[in-house]
């Protein structure tokens, strides 16, 4: 299964299938998260982030992996026998791992070596088969070990998240559209996140477009390697889920609509562990560093955009107890 590339592909998931798959409708029943006000800084505007941590399994990849499990499973006369096939960059493979245990269906994971090894134990006591890429090769060789796996394995189903439209799908009619109901206010001048695989960024802004036709599209991206870099991938600690190719390659759901992108946003890995301390400090809760990084990026955008403004953005995970230590140790 490779997906549906392009980014105005649709499709509809059917209830049938969930009727079908309890435990499936069990996790999709659980998916909703809250809509939390951070502190307004004097003279900026405000700024609203989706905290996608109140997930089942505490991350926004939650709902890609129930879309696409749900896609694969509609094509499907039953799941018996199914043997699935995944990259990640850590997050999207504890949902997946999560689902297939309690489906019955055999998955392989392909990730880094760099990923924290208290998340590549929770994949292995879920019954994951799991193949680590050196983490020197950078992400793309990650999804290309993945590409390789899937030709040699004809009947394994690939799930290909970069180009999988349930992924979009379910950003548009779900995150987004819970963000619109969420709303205390009537206008958004701008929606930032990390890039990733581009069904956050994009699947929400397609939600939030049709309500806000002005609202600006900001994309968060590594320093270490930006989006379309033409630079060649290396193995630098990124802010995680941030998805950085190297020598020119681009998203699938992103490249199309690089137009639509009024500026990447650059954040490094030392400045995403320092912004996950002060949310920290600020909060007292958690926050990732992809979620620090867009959390950086929305504060910049709402003191530029002024007091009157509001800026949406989305915190996708908590971070790992690693992560977490890293960001304690930062100093300022």
């Not at 050196?134 to 970069?162: C, D, M």
């Not at 968060?220 to 390659?249: Q, V």
Request: hydrophobic share 40%.
């Amino acid at each position: 299964m490779s997906g549906t590339t392009g980014n105005q592909a649709r499709l509809v998931l059917e209830r049938a299938t969930l009727e079908r798959y309890p435990a499936l409708a069990a996790f999709h029943a659980k998916l909703g998260t809250s809509l939390y006000e951070l502190p307004q800084e004097q003279g900026a505007g405000r700024v609203f982030a989706k905290c996608e941590f109140e997930n089942p399994s505490g991350t926004v990849k939650d709902r890609v992996a129930c879309a696409m499990l749900w896609r694969l499973l509609q094509e499907e006369a039953h799941a018996e026998g199914l043997h699935v096939l995944e990259y990640s960059g850590g997050t999207l493979s504890v949902p997946l791992a999560t689902l297939c245990e309690q489906l019955g269906v055999a998955i392989t994971l392909v990730l880094s070596d760099g990923c924290d090894r208290s998340l590549i134990d929770k994949l292995l006591a879920r019954g994951a088969s799991v193949e680590l890429v050196p983490k020197s090769l950078g992400f793309y060789a990650v999804i290309e070990r993945a590409q390789e796996l899937s030709k040699a394995n004809p009947t394994w189903r690939f799930l290909y998240q970069h180009t999988n439209a349930a992924n979009l799908f379910i950003h548009e009619t779900t995150t987004g559209r819970e963000i619109l109901e969420q709303l205390p206010v009537k206008r958004v001048d701008a929606w930032v996140a990390s890039v990733g695989t581009g069904g956050t960024l994009l699947g929400v802004h397609r939600a939030l477009a049709a309500v806000f036709p002005k609202i600006a599209l900001y994309a968060t991206t590594p320093a270490e390697l930006p989006y379309g870099s033409t630079a060649p991938a290396n193995g630098l600690p990124k802010f995680a889920g941030s998805g950085g190719f190297g020598l020119g390659r681009k998203q699938p759901f992103v490249q199309p609509v690089d137009d639509l992108v009024r500026a990447h946003i650059e954040v490094s890995y030392p400045e995403a562990l320092l912004a996950m301390r002060r949310a920290h400090e600020e909060l007292g809760f958690w926050i990732g560093s992809s979620s620090a990084a867009n959390l950086r990026s929305a504060r910049a955008l709402a003191r530029e955009l002024g007091p009157e403004s509001v800026v949406v953005t989305v915190f996708p995970c908590a971070g790992t107890p690693e992560e977490r230590a890293r960001a304690s140790a930062v100093q300022p």
